[in-house]
């Protein structure tokens, strides 16, 4: 279950509402945000840039709390919710706004805690692409497993996988050939979250990160997040995680099964999003000419 960071009792005077009089005199809202995160990690490196910042928070509420007139509180909800939403960090978030003043005809406790309120709860439901890549042991039966322990992540969901394609290793020392696959899911976990969760898989699996480029029982890659037609995926670069991938878009080990899976896809390059069949169709032949089909598998 997701950490939390909570702000509550944010107060501000403004003109919303259905009737006339309550468009013209201020009356008081109040907002509560609970922020739905992954913690660990802050914790440990005691990083701003690894949890997110309360007081951005608070003044966006407040912002919407005193911009534009609505008509209904629930307005005000969802408005908030897609702020508090916006940072990297955060995975779900639950808005209360609270109607203290509001003319229902009966009296309130008080003019804090009572009155009407509307909550709601918003979560992430992002596209991810992950590739994945082995060249020792038992291959296919690895990366089934792969496939499978993705399948239990929390806060995951699978949606398809392409075929095995076999490929020669691009880069690194003399190695054996890779049997690659992409899978395609939905999630509403942060992305050095999901990042800790492939790496976990990887090691469960006897992944060993000493060589680079060099041969591996198991290679699970965060290839996107987010859907880059619509310009909703993340872009960012960290020492540890660079979003989209930086080199996917000249890789036919990723490109091609993932056009295998959905023939639709765009990826962000330096250039845009682009589709990933016309990036296919601009690499070097050579590069394609050493996929060839993998064994058959299901692992879903």
Known sequence: ???????TGIVAEACHGVL?????APQRFVA????ECDLRRAGTDDELASTVSYADIAQGAYAVLTGDSVDLIETLAERIAAVALAPVAVEAV???IRKPQAPAGVPFVDEVTGGPFVTVRREHDREVVIALGANMGDRAGTMADAVRALTAVDGLEVVACSPLLETGAVGGPEQPDYLNAVVVAR???APWTLLDELHRIERNHGRVREV???ARTLDLDLIQVGDSTDDFDL?????ELTLPHPRAHERAFVLVPWS????????RTAAGSEDIRELIDGLPAAALDGIRPGPAWDPL
């Open 32 to 35: 509560d945000i609970v922020l």
């Open 1 to 7: 279950m997701s950490d939390r960071i909570g702000l």
């Open 187 to 189: 999630s509403r976990l």
């Open 260 to 267: 295998r899976v959905d023939g639709t896809a765009q990826l």
């Open 235 to 239: 872009r960012f670069e960290t020492e």
């Open 212 to 214: 680079r480029w060099g």
């Open 94 to 96: 639950e808005v209360t």
């Open 20 to 24: 006339e009089h309550e468009k013209r």
